[in-house]
């Protein structure tokens, strides 16, 4: 039924409908997309770009005061490699390989779905830069999917740091609802959902996109 | 709470409440996860394998009649092309390409997410073969995820052919809940579910799962 055949009391019904949809589901949060990359500390920068080398600022990312340098390395494993993987700033405590599934079956590793940082029991790769080669032993994994947000919004949607929330994705098609999302919380954060591209193919969704908390576990 | 340290009470009330998730959620369906694939007509095989030639069988595939060949093609965009791709028998009435979103990057070409058989207005791709190669107007898609069945089984579910239903798959940190998912009943299909490698890798989830009908829309 088209809007302009309805009588009034129809349109108000489903505007009525609609707004309730929209309260129960909670303010759309914009989707980033992450594609592979890496986060290098400042050892393995020193040894893949020279010693004392700074990473060089190409894009500024949505979270505040993290950037996409020009700089890319190869990443090597067993079966294969992938070249001009994306480095991002700035420097960290370790060293963090985020790639995809389907990367994993490329370089023949199989790294598991955790969340940044915890690098515990996690597959290593060779990386490779223009000044040498880093062999590590661990860091590669598959990006949790997660919601990052500030205090203020964590009120506004009602859920704390480490919640586990439902969120509903992709409004074609594809749409789908995905499970065992995490909430992380900090004043650092600007409020944006992250999955990578396997996921984001699946939901038939992209970056920039909104998505929606749709139930708290 | 281990299930040695219960008592029969908590016992019986888990056990009970166990047996009715999994009425409700059906019977286990199930997972056939697609890799980029393409189906020829008597035309095209003509062009591509030489006039007459036939496909090599290779490997079953889950739904009767169906098989994998032994025969590979190329397939060709604006942007860049892909080895390898498998010919999947017998021969259909129209040449069709799957591919993922990822692999229409690669290609340069954006195919709509599509029931099969359904071509038109889709994009084109050239496909090289030992013998020649063709230049399609249309047939690349990207599959819409379904579910096949028989009959008996879609009784059994409660659905009918053309239905729509939310599926919940994977069981590990990724798990999701697949809407807009199209049941095909025909008494030539098999109980099986497809998706594609983009969705199995979203979802945690490989070829041979089991994924459950969580709701009827």
Request: net charge positive.
């Amino acid at each position: 039924m088209s809007t302009q055949s309805m009588t009034r009391e129809e349109l108000v019904k489903l505007v009525t409908q609609r707004v309730v949809e929209a309260l129960k589901a909670g303010p759309p949060i914009p989707l980033g997309v992450s594609n592979r990359h890496i986060h290098l500390d400042r050892s393995d920068m020193d040894a893949l770009f020279g010693p004392g080398s700074e990473l060089t600022f190409k894009k500024e990312l949505a979270q505040p005061g993290q950037y996409a340098a020009e700089e890319t390395v190869i990443i090597r494993g067993p079966k294969g490699e992938i070249k001009r993987v994306r480095v991002l700033g700035p420097l960290r405590s370790a060293t963090q390989v985020e790639i995809s599934v389907a990367d994993g079956y490329v370089l023949g590793v199989k790294p598991p779905v955790r969340e940044s940082g915890k690098l515990d029991n996690t597959p290593g790769v060779e990386i490779i830069g223009p000044c040498g080669a880093v062999k590590k032993d661990a860091g590669a994994i598959v990006a949790l999917r997660h919601i990052h947000m500030s205090p203020e919004d964590a009120l506004r949607f009602g859920v704390q740091d480490k919640d586990i929330v439902h969120v509903d994705a992709g409004d074609g098609t594809r749409n789908l609802m995905f499970r065992n999302v995490l909430v992380r919380v900090s004043d650092k954060y600007r409020l944006e959902m992250h999955i990578d591209v396997d996921e984001a193919n699946a939901a038939g969704a992209k970056n920039g996109d909104r998505v929606r908390i749709t139930k708290r576990k």
